[in-house]
């Protein structure tokens, strides 16, 4: 493209006020320095409409135009048909759209102004901002390993490089290891999953650090050095033989965090059966020994001499790395924060993931559905000697897609809540099961086939969200308008199962800190271009996978696990890596603007 | 048996006996022509009906395995054949199916298309020469003044030898070529190392295709089956790619490709090679390939034009096939 | 028989209250919040979507805005801040402007210049009436006491005078009140569908109306009681003040002080304090915005709340000062006090929010007709 | 005890195997006669394989490919229909009723259409009763 | 051949079999058997403990073959396989039956579930015995890559390689780079601009040193294997150009669905109904206007427009809604008087930031209406003069239970998106497989939703199902991952379960050759036998069964591994 000879800029901006974030007054003195730019008009200049900017195009001989400012594209249909009545080309109207350079919390300036400058010369923005490079490490640190981390972690040890996979937990496989059958192909999660933790495990190239969280990140893309807690597991993962005795003996409990809280693990336990590494560790919390300084009775059942140390402290390790995959996945919506669903006061009003647990084969009840009981010590918990439902109501959208919680749409929902239906009734046949949902999102490959599966299963699934879910008579009643038949729907039933949203993860917000890396308004990490690095960040050599960048699914996790690692293997293989994208002085953008300008001028010439 | 044990013994004790056969067979072993001489001097025959006049009772007193080499041809037909068989296994060392009758049932086979039941009617009743409206059939016992006359008894299906007995070795052919024969035989004299027992001897591993002179390409779509009397035959070129169906692909060689040589396609005497089980599903497998189609009807079409296929690709063997007979 | 859908009807609408109802993704949560929704007469949800489609006939026959006393469970909950009660308030404008024939209760909530205009005009005419016209019939006013030391309240405003201009008004605006009724009846049980109800099922059902109109009782269903009771206690006093002061004007407006329990005195502090409760709940919570019902306040709101506000106290300030001997200031605020009260019956009453005492027991009644319609056997049917 | 028919099935793995683990994923339950043997594709299935089957005493041989077109090995279905086209008209010679032989397409995505067909063949051998291939050749007999 | 001891294993897998198939039951039948050394059962078979198992158990037993009877052997051979091969045996003398998927999942009755796992593993069993030790080959990987189709997923994937240094091909069909996001003009939801997106990735695409562009041009054969493929393409109808390359994308895209045979719609009988791809039209230039030449007062837009659907497509276009929410902006910015109809059946925002944008579309002035996509779609009729509008869409309105007619004077059709005309061709050119909706298969819808069963083969963007830009772009990035894995090996194994011709048999009737559609399999004129190029063959084993002497060995699928199969699952009958 040609530097046009004559632009003006429109600056968008209809929200005037002293809290727009971006410095407009500031942009347009910048503006203003550009010869080839004539005229500058803010939203509030006069009134965007057809006739006003045909007059103005017409009045200035505007042949190019930009729009800048947040959303212009609001306005950018405008602009073109004014461009096309005032007979200009409407191609020429570009939009500056700020928002797509948003990083976090503010805007920085000098990349507005980077951006503005590179289309006043009629080039693009990402065309000229390419950071410099750096020599790379290459090692990777994955954080997180959960599907994503697993398949970011695997496909660069595919290609022979070293890996330190950081996972929180004692065990890698995140929440797609808690779950029964995945949709809608309804194989089960644990037959695909297990494979890959096995794999992740006996990779040579993987250097599984599970119970590690990472403290503190320094350094720049290529040379990243990560201050990484590895939390005292007091069982030594080296020698255990996994032979689960220290359990059998152990007289603590504590819930269980893999089943959710609906089953109880004793002190010293496996998260689950495959997990991986396959070994105990012990919950410092409650563990009777390390609160009262008596018990110590795994210790002495433990056939491997010294591989319980109750005594052992958390350490701190640094490692060096050029690549950062941050795959931290999602936390759950806390569903008593909607009361109206009496979630935590009603003990069968379950959530998704909880009903997974209770779906799964390994689950608390052997994948049999039961409604929950107490325990002789009055734990709420799933055991197989309760009563299975007759009725079981599942509702959609629980935290999602609701102003009052979170706006956005959990993606995953409508299918899992579709799968359950199907499980449900496979597992107790003739039981009768409602899905309340809002507009079903059924748009993966092969759902909406899924989809009108379950509708010719005896399942009643009813457009219209249940508002509120009480107590009567020892059951659950639901009260809901059926939309399409426009009656008021009651229900009563055994188990209500709300399907409950995806929520950034609770570690995103140091995360974000220590990476540098903006998150977005509802607290997931925020992608350096929508559309084109979806998997990339700001920051050099610092890449997102999965759900911590956005509610997805598992194909799309895994998707984007791949592509992550894409990056880093890239640079490895080139031996260098770009800096951070903000880190380019506008100083080197105008110079670089000046450069090619003057290459196409002398190109224009010959 | 070590070859000085041999040359120690003076001859070997040989039969020859037929069972549901044409009779090729003995014959062939007459046709070694002056090798007989050879044979005769390495062995002396014991019991060879169409040859030697020796009861069946001369054959049960012989002591057991007293016999070193029995050429058993023709198919178990009868309860006579089958007793015969068994006599001769007990008493013999080596026990040889020979040829393509004993081996997969042969010509006689082709009874197995039908029952007892349907052959008797047949022979008994519908032959044009018959005139039996009694409808008197034979019978296995059958009461006299002077006692009961016995006859054996006729067995529904056609068998083949190994069916009935534990069979040493097979020597395929209808006839079995008589140089193939000999080779057999003075392998046996002269106590060479005899291949492993149920080997298919005097035979070729590779099918008749390697000796067979005419010409043949990858080239091997059909869009039509002829009979050998429907087309012209070039005498250059494979059976197959003039759309002649030839067993010779899957057919052990051995014979000489007499057939082919003779301008006439093989018809699979000499049975499967060691790498197939079912010549004639082989053959099948190999011919449905070369159909040059992909429609279902169009292939209907094409394979109508082969009339028989049970009769072309199981004639000599579908005793001894996977099916063995037709469904009753 | 399809229906058009009208988008210019939803700007329409727009400007009787303050809602992102377009924002509405019909989840149904609001229609299943809400305690007075029932079988039949679904609402908000279903009024949002004519609301949302423009389908202008459908609107006018609902009952349902009637049905809904604001407890504000459905927009707290509303998952798109699509704010559902607020609706209902404002097809509760609509429908008062639709049912009034002069077009003035329209220009009343859309224009604030007409409503507050209007009041003025009319207070500077009652002020006037006082000022002048009274004089210039040569009614002349006394400040002498009564033997009991009260204000000669009779000297200054004539009770037969004010009795006769009290039922005029009464005449006016219950003529008014009741052709808007009527309109209100062609419009939901006459106009539209094929169905038509007994003569014997208005009898019938004619109770609802009166035990509606008294008890209340769909504010009952709401969940938070607090609020039916004091609309209760203000709808009581404010009927029994209304009551007393149109139809025993000579009763009420006496100069003789009778004895606190006296029943005069009685009904009029019963009602006095009905009316100051209700207000004061209303007020603080509009004022602090914190339950859903208060939030969104609409002028008309305002208006009606500050002007009886002012009639009772006036009212009450009138009764004090009466009592207690002190002319100048009794006529002083007997004049303030019809200047607020007049206009206030004259444009709330027939036009503007106060008529809802009249529609709301109404639409109850015409509910139960609907339930009640029977097919109407048209000539097509009668042939075959 | 009464008639259970069994199928041999060769099925291949792309497609057929595949919409058979489809079913079995998706839980759609079919008749319990069917013995599945996995071949990777349909072009390898031979007579020979299909007569063993019978002459073990399979009730019914069911080959199921990719559909036309489909073949993970671009044609292996097409031989695999000539071969089974020719096949069946030898079958019939041999008195093996037609619909105890049954070669059909299932894609991968077809797991309800393999439980139906599977259903559908386990009610039609019920109707026909057992085969009579390995009776016909039992010694016993075939000496009457 | 050493005598078989073999070790068979019954899983559990939890109760997913034990609860239709008595596993102890199984376990004992089987023990007795002839050659089977050791019989098992446990828990989860998968799990590392259970690999742990058979390790253990054969080094202690010296067992030489295995038998797991679990799942389907599409999900874990490999799994025991390699646990095989750690505990030192070949990890083809492994035999699995399939008693989960095919058994305890599809049966209710268990006694019968059982009997069938007993017919599984007992032929399991007998196929194990003869089966023969396959070793591993690997072939070496050309770096350089052939990119089928120049849309954005095949752009990005370019770019990604080709940055780090690698060679890339990059072939499209039409005459410029681009694909689908060239034809519009904002992307949502951002509203930004495509164009401006779109064109400095074609342009670095353009001068990128490491890629050669080939426009208008086809793939109609490639030959060759994982690592080492070969085509021949024919640029501007020259002489033919021949490419070497180790890894193939697929990104061949979909294009928009043809309405015209949706009745209801009388596309094409109404100019003012367009698809969505033509409105875009209108948008790059400027102007929305009816064939009048007038601007419309009320436009339409109608989802799912041959999507979910089952006498079109069932499936779901992914982008639609989205795309139609995108066009009330636009359509408002332009028209600002104008009456805009959504009509649509489910509003799918499903992705980061669409609920987002769909609330800030609905402050636009919008009317949403809801039909029914399956039953009864919306029918557009010409108006009547005094409509006061060109035409009148009538429909059954399910939010309001009301049939209504919506006056319109434009209606988009937000169309679905469907394979190319030339998926086939390119299907078969590069040996991968299509699923119903002609969609491209994937070699595991979850975890490997790239790759595909042929390897070095991979498919990303839409041509494997509808999706949106990101999407595309994550999965552009997912097999450049791979590819660059690859490369960085240097190495992948290939097929081991190839065929191989015994020239002790082979009579070279060369009924063989014409069989393979690899073009795998030679005459060798002095020997007169076939031969088998064993990386070329991809082991469907039809040479096996064309060949009438039985001289091809299908490897690991020989006519001795499945006739003792067929006799294993008939044995207990």
């Not at chain 2, 309860?79 to 040889?96: C, D, G, M, W, Y």
């Not at chain 2, 003075?186 to 001897?201: C, D, H, R, Y």
């Not at chain 5, 639609?320 to 408002?332: E, P, T």
Request: net charge neutral; with cysteine; hydrophobic share 40%.
């Amino acid at each position: 493209m040609r530097s046009p000879s004559k632009t003006c800029i429109f600056f968008y901006n209809p929200q005037f006020s002293d809290f727009d974030p971006i410095d407009y007054a500031e942009l347009i003195r910048y503006a203003m320095t550009f010869p080839n730019v004539s005229r500058i008009w803010k939203y509030h200049d006069f009134i965007w409409n057809e006739q006003n900017l045909t007059d103005k195009i017409e009045a200035n001989g505007i042949d190019h135009l930009i729009v800048a400012g947040l959303l212009p594209g609001t306005v950018k249909t405008l602009f073109s048909k004014a461009m096309a009545i005032a007979g200009k080309d409407p191609a020429n109207v570009i939009l500056a759209s700020f928002n797509d350079y948003y990083t976090g919390t503010t805007f920085d300036m000098d990349r507005l102004k980077s951006v503005l400058a590179c289309l006043i010369a009629g080039l693009s923005y990402e065309t000229v901002a390419i950071p410099d490079e750096n020599p790379v490490n290459p090692a990777t640190l994955v954080i997180g390993g959960g599907i994503a981390g697993i398949q970011a972690s695997l496909e660069i040890a595919y290609s022979n490089n070293h890996v330190y996979l950081v996972e929180k937990t004692g065990t890698i496989g995140g929440k797609m290891a808690t779950f029964d059958k995945t949709f809608p192909t309804l194989d089960c999660a644990a037959c695909i999953l297990t494979p890959k933790m096995v794999e992740v495990n006996q990779n040579p190239f993987i250097n599984l650090m599970t119970y590690c969280e990472v403290q503190e990140v320094s350094g720049e893309a290529g040379n990243y050095s990560v201050r990484i807690l590895m939390r005292a597991r007091k069982v030594n993962v080296k020698t255990c033989i996994g032979c689960g005795t220290c359990t059998e003996k152990c007289p603590a409990q504590a819930p269980s965090e893999f089943d959710y809280g609906t089953s109880m693990r004793k002190a010293i336990y496996m998260p689950f059966p495959q997990a991986v590494p396959n070994k105990y560790m012990i919950d410092a919390e409650s563990c009777i020994y390390l609160k009262t300084g008596k018990c110590r009775a795994c210790v002495k059942v433990c056939p491997v001499p010294d591989c319980i140390n109750l005594d052992e402290q958390d350490h701190e390790v640094t490692i060096n790395v050029g690549n950062i995959i941050v795959a931290t996945g999602f936390k759950p919506f806390d569903a008593k924060k909607m009361d109206q669903f009496g979630y935590g006061r009603l003990p069968n009003v379950l959530t998704s993931l909880e009903f997974e647990r209770l779906l799964n084969a390994s689950g608390p009840t052997g994948g049999n559905i039961h409604l929950r009981s107490q325990d002789k010590k009055g734990n709420w918990i799933f055991t197989e000697e309760a009563e299975k439902p007759e009725k079981v109501a599942i509702i959609h959208c629980v935290g999602s897609r609701d102003k009052n919680h979170n706006k956005y749409c959990s993606r995953v929902c409508c299918m899992y809540s579709l799968k359950f239906s199907h499980l449900i009734l496979e597992k107790l046949p003739g039981a009768e099961i409602h899905e309340y949902f809002i507009d079903m999102r059924s748009f993966g490959k092969g759902y909406e086939e899924f989809y009108e599966r379950i509708l010719e299963e005896d399942v009643s699934i009813v457009r219209g969200k249940t508002a509120k879910v009480e107590e009567r008579n020892g059951k659950l009643f639901l009260r809901g308008e059926d939309i399409l038949k426009g009656e008021i729907l009651e229900n009563t039933v055994d188990m209500v199962i709300l399907s409950i949203g995806l929520e950034a993860a609770e570690e995103t917000r140091d995360l974000s800190r220590m990476l540098g890396i903006p998150r977005s308004e509802d607290g997931f990490f925020e992608e350096v271009h929508y559309n084109l690095d979806p998997t990339a960040t700001s920051r050099g050599g610092i890449y997102l996978a999965g759900t911590c960048q956005g509610p997805k699914d598992i194909p799309d996790s895994v998707a984007q696990g791949s592509a992550a690692a894409a990056r880093a293997i890239q640079s490895i293989l080139k031996g260098k890596i770009y800096k951070d994208l903000i880190s380019i002085p506008l100083e080197t953008i105008e110079k670089r603007i000046n450069k090619l300008t003057l290459v196409q001028l002398e190109e224009k010439h010959l | 048996m070590s070859s000085e044990q041999t040359n120690l013994k003076p001859k070997l004790k040989l039969a020859v006996y037929w069972g549901s056969a044409c009779g090729g067979c003995c014959v062939s072993v007459l046709d070694t022509h002056e090798k007989l001489l050879d044979i005769v001097a390495a062995a002396d025959p014991v019991f060879w009906p169409i040859a030697l006049d020796i009861k069946y009772k001369d054959v049960e007193a012989m002591p057991d395995q007293s016999i070193d080499l029995t050429l058993f041809n023709g198919a178990v037909r009868n309860s006579e054949n089958q007793h015969i068989a068994q006599l001769l296994r007990k008493k013999t060392k080596i026990l040889v199916a020979y040829g393509s009758c004993a081996y997969m049932g042969g010509i006689p086979g082709l009874a197995n298309f039908s029952g007892k039941s349907e052959v008797f009617e047949r022979a008994y009743v519908e032959t044009e020469s018959t005139k039996n409206p009694e409808r008197i059939f034979p019978v296995t016992e059958y009461p006299v003044e002077e006692g009961t006359l016995k006859l054996p008894k006729f067995f529904n299906d056609v068998l083949p030898l190994n069916k009935v007995v534990d069979v040493d070795y097979y020597i395929p052919g209808c006839p079995p070529q008589s140089e193939r024969l000999i080779e057999v035989f003075t392998a046996i004299v002269s106590g060479a190392q005899l291949p492993p027992k149920g080997s298919v001897v005097g035979a070729n591993d590779k099918t008749n295709c390697d000796e067979c002179k005419r010409t043949k390409s990858e080239n091997k779509t059909i869009d039509r089956f002829y009979r050998p009397w429907e087309i012209q035959d070039d005498k250059e070129t494979c059976f197959l790619e003039q759309g002649v169906i030839c067993m010779g692909p899957a057919t052990r060689g051995g014979c000489g490709v007499r057939c082919v040589e003779g301008n006439s396609p093989c018809r699979g005497c000499y049975g499967p090679p060691p790498g197939a089980t079912d010549p004639g599903a082989k053959m099948m497998s190999a011919i449905g390939t070369m159909i040059n189609a992909d429609n279902p009807e169009e292939i209907d079409k094409i394979i109508e034009s082969i009339v028989d296929p049970a009769g072309l690709f199981y004639r000599f063997s579908l005793p001894g096939s996977i099916l063995g007979r037709k469904v009753q | 028989m399809s229906v058009r859908v009208h988008p210019e009807l939803r700007n329409q609408l727009m400007q009787f209250g303050i809602g992102d109802w377009n924002a509405c993704y019909h989840c149904g949560t609001c229609t299943a919040m809400c305690p007075l929704s029932e079988e039949g007469f679904l609402f908000p949800r279903k009024k949002i979507r004519l609301m949302q489609m423009g389908l202008k006939n459908e609107i006018e026959s609902s009952v349902e805005p009637w049905l809904c006393y604001y407890c504000g469970d459905c927009t707290s909950t509303c998952p798109r801040d699509a704010n559902p009660g607020e609706l209902m308030m404002s097809l509760r404008r609509y429908l008062t402007s639709i049912y009034d024939w002069t077009g003035l209760s329209k220009k009343f909530y859309t224009s604030e210049v007409w409503e507050i205009g209007s009041i003025l005009l009319i207070a500077v005419l009652v002020v006037i009436a006082f000022l002048i016209g009274l004089p210039a019939m040569g009614y002349s006013f006394t400040t002498e006491l009564t033997s009991q030391g009260g204000v000669k309240i009779n000297s200054f405003a004539p009770i037969h005078i004010i009795e006769a201009f009290d039922w005029a008004m009464a005449i006016v605006v219950g003529g008014l009140l009741i052709s808007n009724i009527l309109r209100m009846y062609y419009k939901i049980i006459w106009k539209h569908g094929h169905t038509k109800v007994t003569f014997w099922v208005h009898v019938r059902e004619f109770w609802r109306l009166v035990f509606n109109f008294s008890v209340q009782p769909k504010f009952g269903k709401c969940d938070d009681k607090r609020y039916w009771f004091s609309h209760w206690f203000l709808m009581s006093g404010y009927t029994i003040m209304f009551i007393v002061v149109v139809v025993f004007l000579p009763w009420f407006q006496t100069e003789k002080i009778l004895p606190p329990w006296h029943l005069q005195r009685a009904l009029g502090y019963y009602a006095t304090f009905g009316l100051l409760f209700g207000l004061l709940v209303a007020i603080t919570g509009r004022m602090r915005r914190k339950d859903v019902k208060f939030y969104f306040s609409h002028v008309s709101d305002w208006l009606f709340l500050v002007m009886l506000t002012l009639t009772v106290i006036t009212g009450i300030l009138i009764h004090i000062f009466r009592i207690y001997g002190m002319p100048y200031a009794t006529y002083i605020f007997y004049i303030i006090h019809m200047a607020v009260l007049v206009p206030m019956i004259l444009i709330e009453v027939p036009f503007s929010k106060w008529s809802h005492l009249a529609y709301r027991p109404f639409a109850v009644y015409f509910q139960h007709l609907k339930t009640h319609a029977v097919p109407r056997k048209t000539k097509i049917n009668s042939i075959n | 005890m009464d008639f259970r028919p069994k199928i041999v099935a060769f099925l291949c793995n792309w497609c057929a195997y595949t919409g058979a683990d489809l079913a079995g994923t998706s839980r759609i339950h079919y008749a319990p006669n069917i013995r599945i043997i996995r071949i990777m594709c349909s072009g390898r299935i031979e007579p020979t394989f299909i007569l063993k089957a019978f002459q073990q005493g399979a009730d019914g041989v069911l080959v199921c490919g990719c559909h036309p077109g489909d073949c993970h090995y671009q044609e292996g279905n097409y031989k695999c229909l000539r071969r089974f086209k020719l096949l069946q008209k030898f079958t019939r010679q041999m008195g093996i009723e037609k619909d105890r032989l049954r070669l059909e397409w299932i894609s991968a995505s077809e797991g309800k259409q393999f439980a139906e067909l599977v259903n559908d063949m386990t009610k039609t051998l019920l109707s026909m009763g057992p085969s009579k291939v390995k009776s016909s050749l039992e010694v016993e007999h075939l000496n009457v | 051949m050493e005598e078989p001891r073999i070790g068979v294993y019954v899983c559990w897998c939890g109760t997913n079999i034990s609860k239709m198939v008595d596993v102890e039951a199984v376990t004992n039948e089987v023990k007795a058997l002839p050659n089977v050394t050791i019989a098992k059962n446990y828990k989860y078979m998968c799990s590392d403990p259970g690999q742990d198992l058979i390790i253990k158990d054969i080094k202690l037993h010296n067992l030489n073959r295995v038998v797991v009877a679990a799942c389907s052997p599409r999900i874990h051979e490999l799994t025991f396989r390699t646990a095989c091969e750690k505990a030192g045996i070949n990890p083809y003398l492994f035999e699995m039956a399939n008693v989960r998927e095919q058994d305890s999942w599809v049966h209710t009755d268990r006694t019968e579930a059982t009997n069938k796992a007993i017919d599984l593993v007992v032929a399991a069993i007998r196929r194990v015995r003869y089966h023969e030790p396959l070793q591993k080959r690997f072939v070496n990987v050309n770096p350089a890559t052939l990119i089928i189709g120049g849309g954005i997923s095949g752009l990005t994937a370019a770019l990604e390689i080709a940055n780090a240094g690698k060679q890339v091909y990059l072939v499209e069909k039409s005459d410029q780079l681009g694909g689908q996001v060239k034809k519009f003009d904002l992307t949502f939801p951002h509203l930004s601009s495509a164009q401006q997106m779109i064109r400095p990735i074609v342009q670095r695409v353009d001068n990128h040193p490491n890629i050669s562009v080939f426009l208008e041009t086809e793939i109609r054969e490639v030959t060759g294997y994982i690592g080492n493929f070969k085509t021949a393409i024919s640029v501007n109808g020259g002489d033919p150009v021949e490419l070497e390359f180790g890894n193939i994308i697929a990104a061949v895209g979909l294009k928009p669905f043809n309405p015209e045979v949706i009745s209801e719609y009388n596309y094409k009988e109404f100019p003012d109904v367009i698809t969505s791809f033509e409105f875009e039209e209108k948008l790059l230039a400027g102007r929305i206007l009816t064939v009048y030449g007038k601007e419309p007062r009320n436009v339409a837009i109608i989802h799912c427009v041959g999507s979910r659907n089952k006498k079109y497509h069932e499936y779901c276009s992914r982008v639609c809604c989205m795309a139609a929410l995108k066009y009330v902006h636009q359509v408002r910015a332009a028209l600002p008087s104008a009456n805009i109809f959504e009509i649509y059946a489910d509003m799918r925002a499903y992705g980061k930031g669409h609920e987002e944008f769909y609330a800030l579309t609905t402050h636009r002035q919008i009317m949403f209406l809801m039909y029914d996509q399956q039953k009864k779609l919306p029918v557009i009729n010409q108006a009547d003069r005094s409509d006061n509008c060109n035409m009148i869409i009538e429909m059954d309105e399910l939010l309001s239970g009301q049939s209504i007619e919506v006056p319109v004077d434009m209606v988009i059709l937000m169309v679905n998106m469907e394979a190319q005309e030339n998926v086939k061709q390119v299907v078969r050119a590069i040996g991968v497989s299509l699923c119903g909706n002609q969609f491209f298969i994937e070699k595991h819808p979850k975890l490997d939703p790239v790759a595909t069963t042929t390897g070095g083969v991979y498919i990303i963007g839409t041509c494997q199902g509808p999706k949106d830009i990101p999407d595309s772009v994550a999965q552009a990035r997912a097999a450049a991952a791979r590819i660059l894995g690859a490369i960085a090996q240097g190495s992948v194994p290939i097929e081991v379960t190839t065929a191989s011709v015994n020239e002790l048999l082979c009579c070279g009737c060369q009924t063989c050759i014409g069989v393979c559609p690899y073009k795998a399999i030679s005459y060798d004129e002095n020997n007169k036998v076939s031969i088998v190029n064993e990386i070329l063959c991809k082991g469907c084993g039809t040479c096996g069964s064309a060949c009438p002497a039985g001289a091809i060995i299908s490897k690991h699928f020989t006519d001795l591994q499945i006739l003792s199969e067929i006799e294993g699952v008939m044995s207990m009958s």
